[in-house]
């Protein structure tokens, strides 16, 4: 099992329980949307993986090791966050800078930083925009640059806010293309998302939250029968 967090509780300083016993397992190569009203603590959980926030109580397994010890920049190893807002992410003054960044990082030797961002730049249809400044860019490509640079740091976690938000048809298509490829290849993709027809058609499993606890989890189709 890739993930596995249980009994996860975590309170904000003002008091606002955002997520209260949570539990669950994921396997490798799954595909995971996570769905709730607002407020229901998706976001919470999701920057619990990537070592935003840390647990009051309970815990969070990824690969075999809690995080609780682990440093941010050794979680992001194993788990790549996509930010709904690609400008919370995007820093370089150029695509190919931005893309660059991770797996430099990271310390992957340069034959491999080559093929990963190669690779994660044909995977984004951003090959043509190398030299492109990020900020020049229309939101959607924004969108796909944060998808590439966290794609080129290869971790078997990827975890997306919002994928589809602000997407045309098109970069919809091409990302579901790349949930699908990503699982096939074994990877575990958790997508945070109120995008239903996205669900159905690219996910196995949905997680709904609400108030901080889960209240449904089992394939996508008795979600959709459900809804
Ligand atoms: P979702 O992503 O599902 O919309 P969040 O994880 O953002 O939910 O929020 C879960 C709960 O935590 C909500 O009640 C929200 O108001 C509260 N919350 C979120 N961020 C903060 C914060 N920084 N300080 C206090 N409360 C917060
Ligand atoms: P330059 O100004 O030389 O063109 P960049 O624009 O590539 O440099 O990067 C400016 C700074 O932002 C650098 O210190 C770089 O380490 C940092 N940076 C670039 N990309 C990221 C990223 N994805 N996340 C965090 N920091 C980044």
Same mark, same amino acid.
């Given at each position: 099992m890739i993930l596995r967090i249980d009994s996860l509780t975590f309170r904000y300083p003002n008091g606002t329980t955002a997520l209260d016993g949570v539990s669950f397992g994921v396997e490798a190569g799954e595909r995971v949307a996570l769905v709730g009203p607002n407020g229901a603590g998706?976001?919470?959980? @999701?920057?619990?993986? #990537?070592? +935003?926030?840390?647990? @009051?109580?309970?815990? #969070?397994? +990824?690969?075999?090791r809690r995080t609780d010890g682990l440093a941010i920049a050794e979680l992001a190893r194993t788990v790549g966050f996509v930010f709904q807002n690609p400008d919370d992410q995007l820093h370089a003054s150029s695509v190919a800078k931005e893309v660059g960044f991770g797996p430099r990082n990271l310390r992957f030797a340069p034959d491999r930083r080559k093929e990963l961002v190669e690779s994660a730049l044909r995977r984004t249809g951003l090959t043509d925009l190398v030299d492109a400044h990020p900020h020049h860019l229309s939101l959607g490509e924004r969108k796909r640059v944060a998808l590439a640079s966290v794609l080129a740091m290869d971790t078997p976690v990827v975890v997306l806010d919002e994928p589809t938000t602000g997407q045309d048809h098109r970069s919809v298509a091409l990302l579901g293309n790349l949930v699908d490829e990503l699982a096939a290849e074994g990877r575990t993709v958790l997508a945070v998302t109120h995008d239903m027809d996205f669900c159905a058609e690219?996910?196995?499993?949905?997680?709904?939250?609400?108030?901080?606890?889960?209240?449904?989890?089992?394939?996508?189709?008795?979600?959709?029968?459900?809804?």
């Amino acid at each position: 099992m890739i993930l596995r967090i249980d009994s996860l509780t975590f309170r904000y300083p003002n008091g606002t329980t955002a997520l209260d016993g949570v539990s669950f397992g994921v396997e490798a190569g799954e595909r995971v949307a996570l769905v709730g009203p607002n407020g229901a603590g998706k976001s919470t959980l @999701a920057r619990h993986l #990537i070592g +935003i926030e840390r647990p @009051a109580s309970g815990t #969070i397994e +990824i690969d075999g090791r809690r995080t609780d010890g682990l440093a941010i920049a050794e979680l992001a190893r194993t788990v790549g966050f996509v930010f709904q807002n690609p400008d919370d992410q995007l820093h370089a003054s150029s695509v190919a800078k931005e893309v660059g960044f991770g797996p430099r990082n990271l310390r992957f030797a340069p034959d491999r930083r080559k093929e990963l961002v190669e690779s994660a730049l044909r995977r984004t249809g951003l090959t043509d925009l190398v030299d492109a400044h990020p900020h020049h860019l229309s939101l959607g490509e924004r969108k796909r640059v944060a998808l590439a640079s966290v794609l080129a740091m290869d971790t078997p976690v990827v975890v997306l806010d919002e994928p589809t938000t602000g997407q045309d048809h098109r970069s919809v298509a091409l990302l579901g293309n790349l949930v699908d490829e990503l699982a096939a290849e074994g990877r575990t993709v958790l997508a945070v998302t109120h995008d239903m027809d996205f669900c159905a058609e690219h996910f196995d499993r949905v997680i709904a939250l609400e108030d901080g606890r889960i209240v449904a989890d089992g394939p996508v189709e008795h979600w959709l029968a459900r809804a």
